[in-house]
């Protein structure tokens, strides 16, 4: 069945590996992000491989935006059926470091951000009387690491926000949480503390294509509608 699914932070990594996947599904896309340069080079991608798709510059720190994403795409379509919720920031420090600007962006983009869909999504999803919500946790979400605690906490809450909201809904709107492991992806890229940039080198030794993330979103929309996956953790087989 054809499905509309919205995907945040679509510009690259996981979004853009779950954007591509599903459109070669047969679903339609709208797909959002910061970066409208990337966003075009992934709509490419799709038209060319012959799906559908439409590109929206997104900021999901701003909820008049997301408002507006979410529902440009119902009005145009006349429902949204998924919501992937991918946009993340990762600048890892150590606490002592005091990088509270850096903080507050993950705590703005991580949390607010999911919210801020969440939100913009449900009374749609409550209107149809089905939907799903698929949030893009980490495996932050299960474990604390040093220089990680900040972001760790902003994966804990997405999965506590996402628990909650299960058991919340009525049975017809899913609601599931992917936690990848180590996932090629641009997101050390955003760590400027030394001491967390040069620790997440090694860290990062083995990891694993951010199709795999695509494939565990795939999985999960693709159930039948009286099966709700709730979480999936997805890392490497190497990771420990």
Not at 138 to 157: D, E, F, M, N
Not at 201 to 206: E, L
């Amino acid at each position: 069945m054809k499905k509309i699914v919205l995907v945040t932070g679509a510009g690259s990594g996981i979004g853009r590996a779950t954007a591509l996947r599903l459109s070669r599904e047969g679903h339609h896309l709208v797909i959002g992000g910061r970066r409208e340069d990337r966003l075009a080079a992934v709509a490419e991608a799709i038209r060319n491989g012959g799906g559908s798709v439409d590109v929206r510059r997104l900021d999901v720190t701003d909820r008049e935006d997301v408002a507006a994403f979410v529902d440009g795409a119902a009005e145009e379509h006349g429902r949204v059926d998924v919501l992937v919720g991918n946009a993340g920031v990762m600048p890892l420090s150590r606490l002592d470091s005091l990088l509270v600007e850096e903080w507050d962006r993950m705590i703005d983009v991580n949390i607010r951000g999911l919210l801020h869909g969440i939100a913009a999504a449900l009374p749609h999803f409550q209107r149809q009387g089905e939907g799903h919500f698929v949030t893009i946790a980490s495996i932050g979400a299960h474990q604390v690491v040093p220089t990680g605690a900040v972001y760790c906490a902003t994966k804990y809450a997405a999965w506590a926000i996402n628990e909650g909201l299960r058991q919340e809904l009525d049975p017809g709107i899913r609601v599931t949480t992917v936690s990848p492991g180590v996932v090629e992806s641009e997101l050390a890229g955003t760590i400027t503390d030394p001491g967390a940039r040069e620790a997440m080198r090694t860290y990062r030794a083995a990891a694993i294509p951010p199709e795999a993330i695509a494939d565990a979103v795939s999985f999960a929309i693709g159930q039948s509608p009286e099966v709700d996956v709730n979480e999936l953790v997805v890392r490497p087989a190497r990771q420990r």
